[in-house]
């Protein structure tokens, strides 16, 4: 993307456990964006080129595991017990 405010399909990949690789511009890349997963800069072809070579098959699958952990903390639960311990 070249700009997401926010970049909802990241949250469903990290849901269905897999790695992702996300455009600096999408809003989420910074909240989101773990170890095992790579952001890249759309205006840069070539680093999206390196992150390509970069990947293997047990990485990928380490990461997407993390995601779906770390993932499935955000939720509305967790929204509201957040909102809520501020009060």
């Given at each position: 993307?070249?700009?997401?405010?926010?970049?909802?399909?990241?949250?469903?990949?990290?849901?269905?456990?897999?790695?992702?690789?996300?455009?600096r511009?999408?809003?989420?890349?910074?909240?989101?964006?773990?170890?095992?997963?790579?952001?890249?800069?759309?205006?840069?072809?070539?680093?999206?080129?390196?992150?390509?070579?970069?990947?293997?098959?047990?990485?990928?699958?380490?990461?997407?595991?993390?995601?779906?952990?770390?993932i499935?903390?955000?939720?509305?639960?967790?929204?509201?017990?957040?909102?809520?311990?501020?009060?």
């Open positions: 993307t070249a700009s997401d405010s926010w970049g909802l399909v990241v949250n469903e990949a990290m849901a269905c456990c897999r790695a992702v690789i996300v455009a511009q999408a809003g989420c890349a910074c909240d989101l964006v773990r170890s095992g997963n790579f952001i890249f800069d759309s205006e840069d072809p070539a680093g999206l080129q390196d992150i390509f070579r970069q990947l293997n098959r047990e990485d990928l699958k380490k990461a997407g595991t993390d995601n779906r952990l770390f499935s903390n955000w939720n509305y639960d967790s929204v509201i017990r957040a909102v809520e311990s501020r009060l």
